[in-house]
Every structure is written in structure tokens, then in C-alpha cells.
């Protein structure tokens, strides 16, 4: 039985309230599952470690954490305290960067007990996952501007796509899909408008094709597919997309299912030269924060996502299992305010514990 | 009394169908408001003209087209005739560039009898507009490839703001915003990620908030921004953004209203330099062509949007209300297929020229 060591990273507001109760509910599936986890809690990407040392993270930060197996993370960000800019391109950026984490995956997953806000919806008419590239595209840092302050004045930004990184973001989502049931696999593009970029990718996904013949393909421009994200959400399995696309597609999945406020999102090596991030899609809520009253979830999903990406598919199940009945169940003296109940974090996670 | 000079371009597939409708209306609104309107034929600007002429459009279209007051555009592109990067690269995106129609406009407003993808909405919830940049921004053919065909192969693709570019597409929703009863203004951006131009786009809004102070101003990143259409319909008035992120917005707003297959969008150059153009969303649906069977209520909505923009408020209102009581009676021997009728073209059209 091999040990997995674990780096948990609070962060900032909520995160570091639910932070703890995704350890517990991973001890109590590594438990059930027999499997040796540590867990190691750094104080730094966290807006309070700027504000004393004037950066976001030690200078050390990349071998301290080489060291882990993953990364369990709250949330980043407090702008009353440090403007998004510097905390997020700071921290989470750096990680996704620096780490080569080159796969933002999120599951878009409409769960028992949770109002979707589209109409005539059922759980289990909707389960895709969107796999966003993580480290190019349109997140470059080239460009500036000229003629500054002047009538004439003009800014350039460079969207750059290689091979290298658009290829291994495709053969990932390939492989998801060979995975899933239908096996099918969308591609988000906008080669009708956005002429030098797009079109390349369009070129890279039909020659990644020609290895998966098995695999069902089609491509929608971004703005349709927007559209039929809320009018087709039952058409999706696996969708891939650029790193901008990407972020828009799982934020915008997730809100069709209603579960932006608990989803979780995974941002994976998967070669694991480098630890891999799990980080809940809710951000740090600083309206909430301090309550006791914010939802779990999302940071226990991510433990199941963490599992399952640390080969333990069985035990990141039985936490999505936990979760959904818990959910299911729909007890208001256990679940959060945001879910119109009464019970606090730890009402909600320890119902989901004890499911475990 | 001063007449107005309208060029009709029907295009492909139903844009032939529901445009010469679309003109019966305006004769009627026309009629009924004592406006005098003239209407001259095109047939360029569709894939048919292409084959024959190997072109999209003549030499002269500039100089023939200049002398109208607005163009009546139905929809481009067939892909089984012509690619649609030819096809919609050598007409409509010429027309905008060339006309300087810098506005892109779309109204995304719940009506009476069409069903909303959202759960519990009523007509009356969502009234907003989208604004978009409509010439540069990321739409830009500036970039290319190097070490193509090798591991090492790169695209880039640049993406090009300019102060004059941005200042006047930002006026002009300020303007609108200033004419709405809410007078609220959304601001589109992602310079969280997108480190360059969306801090420009964002350093212009509020530099625009200055001279309009009465004006509310929000923002939001595109990913979120994206979730609160489906989530909060209701918080939009006016939302003005990017040439992508409005292409994005604008198909997201009316999917989420249901009534994409019968929304308008209008090409607008504010100064009339050139001539404006009004086209509904729905493309040439290739499908459904020939059939006498396509909603021609996008094409009557664009003639709606067209008599606004020709200083007929009264008559643009006229004709939306006839959409809309048709719409509420819900008659469905008048309705066609996609409104879950037995209509055709004609019988629809028929029902809203009389209701003028
Ligand atoms: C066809 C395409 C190039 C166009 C665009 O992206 O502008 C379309 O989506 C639109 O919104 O009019
Ligand atoms: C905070 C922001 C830079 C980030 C992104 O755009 O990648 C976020 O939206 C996300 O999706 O993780």
C-alpha cells in the first residue's frame, strides 16, 4: 500500500472552512478503502500570507510542493484585501503554469435534489465533462500597446496556440471519452470568425480523430454551442476547448446544472511529473466567510476527483455516491443555507461522512 | 415626407422566404404610419450568386449599395454549395467592416407563446439588449503559423483594441442605456485571465462611466457573466461587450429566451455614413429550405429594428406589438412547425400584417 502525501491549501474566506471538511471525508473514504494518505496545511496563496510578506506565495513554493502527490485547495482571492490580479496571477495561475497542469477538467452534472434553473430537467439527463486546455491559447502575456493616452492609441494581445499543447489537451479528451458510455466527443471552436487560431485547432482535433476512429465527433462554434449548453445540455459527453472557451464552458455547464455552487475542478499533469490541483469552482465568498455556513461540497467532490486521479476510482465514487444521497435525502436541518436548509459546513459534511 | 431606399438582399436557403415577407410587413407599417419606403432586389450576397459569378458579390456592391438608407438582409451561407469561410468572409463580414457598422445589436427579450429553456420565467422577466463590438477586437486576421508541420508548430493570432474602436461602441451603449427606464449598463470582460486588452476594455468603461455618471454600471468576467444569463436573466438591461464575447452573449441571450430561431440583430452604423443592416439571427437553415415552411417573425422583427433605426420608433412598435399579440394568441392553424403549429410562411406573416 503505497502513501500519497497530500498538500492542503486553504486559501482564503470559505476555504479555509471547507478545506478541513474535505480532509475528514477523505480520512473516511481512505479509511473504508484502506488507503495511506497524509495531509501536510501551508498558510501561503492566501491574501492574509501577501498582506505580511508582500508576495503571494515563499520563494521556495515549487519544491516544497514537488514534493506532494496533489494539492487540495480551498479558494484564492479576497479583493478587499489584494486585487484578484496579483492573488489569482500569483498563485493559481502560477501553479497551473509552473506545474504544467495543462487540463482544467469539470464535470457538469445535474445532481439529485438541486434546482437546475433550465426547465423539465432530471437527474441524469445531464453529465458531460468540460476539458479546458490550461496553460496557452488566448492566456498569453504577449502583447502592450501603443500611442498611449492619445486618440490613436491601440492594444495587442497574442492568442498562441503550438502543437505541443494543443495536441496533449485533444488526446486527453480523447481518452476521457473512450472512457464514458457514449463516447462522444465536442469540440468548441470559432473558425468561422476567429481565422488563424481556430481553424488550427479544428485542423489538430480532425488529425487526433484519424487515432480514435471509434470516437463520435462533432464541432459547434462557440456561441451556438453556448446556446445549446442551455437548450441541448443532453447532447454532451466530453467537450473540449481552448483555454478561454474552456473557462466559459465550466462555468457556464455548471450553472445549468445548478451546481455552481458545488462543483469541483481538477487541474491535472497527468504525466504526474508535478502534483495535480483540485480546487472547488466556488470561489472564496467573502460575504459568507466566517459563518460556519458554507456549503461542502464542491470541496469534497474535489476529493473525489483527487482519488479518483490518484487511481482510486473506487473511493472517489463512493464520495460522489455519499454526496448524491446525502443530497437525495434532502434533510433542511442538514444542508446549507444555500441549499434552503438550516445545517452548517459541518451538519453537511458529516452527513456526508457518515455516507461514506 | 422623406422616403427611405431600402436594398433587399434575401440570400440563401429561407432568407428567400420569409424576406419577401418581412417586406409585406414593412408596406404595411408603412402604410399605416405614412412612411414611404422603396425596395430594390439584390441577388448577390448568397451562395448561388458565388457559384455562378465565382464571387460573393460584384465589383460595384460597395457604390450600389451605398446609395440605400439600409440593407434587409435575410441569411448567408449553404456549406454543401460553399464553405461558409468563403461564403460569410466575402459578404456579411464585408458588409460590416466595409459599412463601418460598428454597433451589432440584438434584443433578448422573453414573448408571450414562446417556451423559455428556463424554469420559471415569465414574459415581462427578461427585456435586455446585447451590444457588440462588431470590427475588431478579436476578429482581427493579424497573425500566423511557424514551424508549420513539425513538433515545433506555433499560431498566433492577434487581438487588436483601439480607443476610437472601443470608446464608440461603449458611447453608444451608454447612449442606449440612457433611454432604457432601468438605465443599467453590463460591461463584458476577463481581465482576470485576459491580461492586456480586457484591462484596456475595462480602463475605457470607466473612463465612459465619467461623462455618464446617472448611468449604473456593472461588470462581470465572461465565464460568470455567461452563468447569470441563465441564472439571472432578470439583473441585464444592456450589455455591451467585445466583438467575441458579443458574439458569444448575443446567441447565449436569445437561446435563453427561446427565441433564437425568431430574434433580430441589427448591423448598425450609427452616423449613417453607410447604409445599416438588419438580419435575424437564424441562419439559411438549408433543412427546412423550400418547404414554405420557415418563422418569418425574425425577418418582420428586423423590419421592426430597421424603421427604429430610420427615426419610426412609433412604426418599429407597431410592428413588434403585432408580433407579440399574434404570439399571445397562440392560434395554431397560423403558427409554424417550430412554434408547434400547422402554418406556413405566408399564414404567420399574414396574421401580423393584419394585427398592423
Ligand atoms: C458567421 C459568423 C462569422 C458570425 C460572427 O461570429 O460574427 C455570426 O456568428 C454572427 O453572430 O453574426
Ligand atoms: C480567476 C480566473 C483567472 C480563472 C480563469 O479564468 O482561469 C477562473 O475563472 C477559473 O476558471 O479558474
Redesign the interface.
Known sequence: MSTHNIAVIPGDGIGTEVTPEGVRALQAAAQRFDIDLTFEDFDFASCDYYLTHGQMLPDDWKTTLSRFDAIFFGAVGWPEKVP??IS??GSLLQFRREFDQYINLRPCKLMPGI??????RQPGDIDFYVVRENTEG??S?I???IFEG???????????????GVDRVLKYAFELAKKRPRGKLTSAT????????M??WDERVKAMHASYPEIDVDQFH???L???F??HPDWFDVVVAS??FG??L???G???TGT?GVAPSANINPEGAFPSLFEPVHGSAPDIAGQGIANPIGQIWCGAMMLDHLGHEDAGKAMLDAIESVLAKADPSVLTPDLKGQGTTRDLAQAIIEAI
Open positions: 484578484d490580479h489569482l496571477w434546482k437546475s434553473p433550465l426547465a423539465d488566448e492566456y502575456s502583447g502592450g500597446k492619445t486618440e490613436r492609441e491601440t492594444v495587442m494581445q497574442e492568442t498562441v496556440m503550438t502543437r505541443t470559432k473558425s468561422n470568425g476567429i481565422s488563424i487560431t481553424p488550427y462557440i456561441d451556438i453556448t446556446a445549446n442551455v437548450l483555454n478561454l473557462d466559459i465550466s462555468d457556464l455548471p450553472a445549468c455552481i
